[in-house]
Nanobody, 121 residues
Framework: QVQLVESGGGLVQAGGSLRLSCAASGRTSTYTMAWFRQAPGKEREFVAAITPSGTTYYRDSVKGRFTISREYAKNTVYLQMNSLKPEDTAVYSC????????????????WGQGTQVTISS
């Protein structure tokens, strides 16, 4: 059973940066790992994903500002977020999927508890 624990959220001003971390309890080197976010009153949305080979995917609104990466030795996935905007405010959750890559949250079996990111204007 894989368990995911996020950290690194917080309150920053617009234009600032944050780095989120997602530490996995099990071996996830063969998993596609992703970040999703959910703002109040909105549906959960895909943010970024990284495959076992290191291929990355991003939603259009974060391209050029966010970077997803993984450190296999630590079973950890990161989301570096730069040039943050108030519309990035949400609970960010890490997710893992053992086979294949998808942008759909319902197809990820493993989830963390989420970490709050708040961007002030």
């Amino acid at each position: 059973q894989v368990q995911l624990v996020e950290s690194g959220g917080g309150l920053v001003q617009a234009g600032g940066s944050l780095r989120l971390s997602c530490a996995a309890s099990g071996r996830t080197s063969t998993y596609t790992m992703a970040w999703f976010r959910q703002a109040p009153g909105k549906e959960r949305e895909f943010v970024a994903a990284i495959t076992p080979s290191g291929t990355t995917y991003y939603r259009d609104s974060v391209k050029g500002r966010f970077t997803i990466s993984r450190e296999y030795a630590k079973n950890t996935v990161y989301l570096q977020m730069n040039s943050l905007k108030p519309e990035d405010t949400a609970v960010y959750s890490c997710a893992g999927r053992s086979q294949g890559t998808t942008l759909y949250s319902a197809q990820y079996a493993y989830w963390g508890q989420g970490t709050q990111v708040t961007i002030s204007s």
